[in-house]
């Protein structure tokens, strides 16, 4: 059970299988009467366990596992593998992280006939770690892992918002850790965000499509599109912002995107921040939550003459950044004091520090949102940062982040920064 014995197996076999292969090596190796693996859904907010191949069946509804309260969730938000011994006569249970830079990607669940050494625990942590790998690489080639992440049929505008997501959802470098989540109104309202990592700068963005469903789905790709394109071409935020203000009005019909542009430099730490018609950002520095309230320019896709002024923002190591879309302050949603809620899940990791975000507005709409709900967090440690530990995401130069308070949400349980 090497790591390299491991994934030489899943690339061996066919996409769809390679999951049963690395089940079936543990289950030899280690004698496990059953082993699976839990996907997390879109949301974040449950679970779907994946079968046999053969048992998957992708023309019924994925079944949810709700994770809130669970030892499912404990493993995710402390990322630390659970053994549960009931006892003589019973099998042991243990959950494992499946997590690939902070992208919670699911669980390893197995049941042994009794309690692993640290040997078999080393393996087991191993072989979830290289499950993480194998389901990245492979879900490009099957459906069923898009399947098991949709517990709910999607329309049409919620297939293509998701679609301009970036492949993981959170990401952890020694600099800095990121995470997005993303709540669909009932009538999909055009919420995206976005994020990448080159050698010197990190980049954000944030974008809120007027409309609803298909019609905002379409200006949310052609906004997104234009982003990628600028950006990959080498373009600064300026040019960045130009490129979408462009295509919106060459291509989207008199519809706009409102939208935040962030570029971080790993190097010395300077940023630099472009904001389209969009809400402020929230940051929290020594555990004071502040609006940030830079000069707002126009919607991209506006037609009356404008440009876009790139400003400054000021990020200290130790900050947390919340970028928002509106409908994180609309309806309902203004019963909740998001300034507090930043502060009381300060000690969570950027992944469940955004999702509890969005639940808590969720929830304050009775589940059913008038416009969609977006929140990206990001996590500044600093420049001086430089190395981190591959097999359990920590920061080698700062290994101490662990949740203290926090637990008001989902318990008190510590993680490393996986």
């Known amino acids: 059970m ?29 004698g496990a009467a059953s ?69 919670a990607v699911g669980l390893l669940e197995l049941f042994l006939p009794e309690t692993p050494d640290a040997e078999a625990m080393r393996e087991i942590g191993e072989t979830a770690h290289a499950l993480a790998y194998i389901v990245i690489a492979n879900r490009s080639f099957t459906d069923v892992y898009q399947w098991g992440r949709r517990t709910k049929p999607l329309s049409l505008a919620a297939e293509i918002q998701h679609r301009l997501l970036p492949a993981s959802l959170a990401c952890e470098a020694a600099q800095f850790a990121v995470a997005g989540a993303l709540e669909p109104a009932d009538h999909v309202g055009g919420d995206t965000f976005d994020y990448v990592i080159d050698r010197d700068t990190v980049q954000l963005s944030v974008t809120d499509a007027m409309g609803h469903d298909v019609e905002a ?17 080498g373009g600064d935020l300026a040019e960045q912002a ?60 506006f037609s009356a003459p404008h440009t876009y002024r790139v400003q400054s923002l ?28 930043i502060v009381r899940t300060r000690d969570l990791h950027p992944r469940e520090a955004a999702r509890t975000l969005i639940a808590a507005i969720v929830d304050a709409n ?34 101490s982040h662990a949740v203290g308070d926090a637990g008001l949400m989902h318990g008190g349980a510590q993680r490393p920064a996986r």
């Open 366 to 399: 009775d589940g059913h949102l008038q416009d969609d709900a977006t929140v990206m967090c990001l996590d500044w440690h600093g420049t001086n940062h430089s190395q981190r530990d591959a097999a359990t995401g920590a920061d080698l130069t700062d290994a």
């Open 217 to 233: 789905a379409l200006l949310a790709t052609l906004a997104v599109g234009a982003l990628r394109r600028a950006r990959r071409a």
């Open 35 to 103: 082993v699976s693996f839990l996907i997390t859904d879109f949301t974040g907010s449950s679970v779907v366990r994946l079968g046999a191949a053969g048992s998957v069946d992708t023309g019924e509804p994925a079944r949810r596992i709700m994770l809130r309260g669970t030892l499912y969730d404990d493993v995710i938000r402390t990322q630390r593998p659970s053994v549960e011994d009931k006892g003589e006569g019973a099998l042991v249970r243990i959950v494992a992280p499946v997590t690939n830079r902070g992208d």
């Open 314 to 341: 000021d990020l200290r190591p130790g900050d947390r950044l919340v970028m928002l879309t509106d409908g994180m302050l609309e309806g309902n949603a203004n019963s909740v004091d998001l300034s507090d809620l």
């Open 2 to 30: 090497t790591l390299a014995g491991t994934l030489e197996a899943a690339e061996a076999a066919a996409p769809v299988e390679s999951l049963d292969v690395v089940a079936s090596m543990l289950v030899d190796h280690l």
């Open 242 to 301: 130009r490129q979408a203000d462009q295509a919106m009005r060459e291509h989207g019909h008199q519809g706009y995107v409102t939208g935040q542009l962030l570029r971080i430099s790993l190097i010395d730490g300077k940023t630099e921040f472009i904001n389209a018609g969009h809400p402020w950002p929230l940051r929290m520095r020594d555990g004071q939550v502040r609006e940030i309230t830079p000069k707002i320019d126009m919607p991209f896709g």
